[in-house]
């Protein structure tokens, strides 16, 4: 019975860690996406005010 509790506190341990690595993962990837749609939505301003503000200049 004392090797059994043993080992049920490894298995606890292990899962505990396992879930914390999970949500670390989880956290990063949300991160890497926020930051992503951030670029995106610069980009697309960027674009925009480009082709509104100097589309006359460009004619010339």
Not at 30 to 44: F, G, H, I, S
Request: aromatic share 6%; glycine share 10%; charged share 20%.
């Amino acid at each position: 019975m004392g090797r059994g509790a043993i080992t049920d506190k490894w298995s606890s341990r292990a899962l505990w860690l396992c879930a914390i690595g999970t949500a670390v993962g989880f956290y990063m990837v949300a991160v890497e996406r926020q930051t992503q749609n951030r670029e995106k939505m610069m980009a697309e301003a960027m674009k925009a005010s480009m082709e509104s503000g100097s589309g006359a200049s460009e004619n010339v």
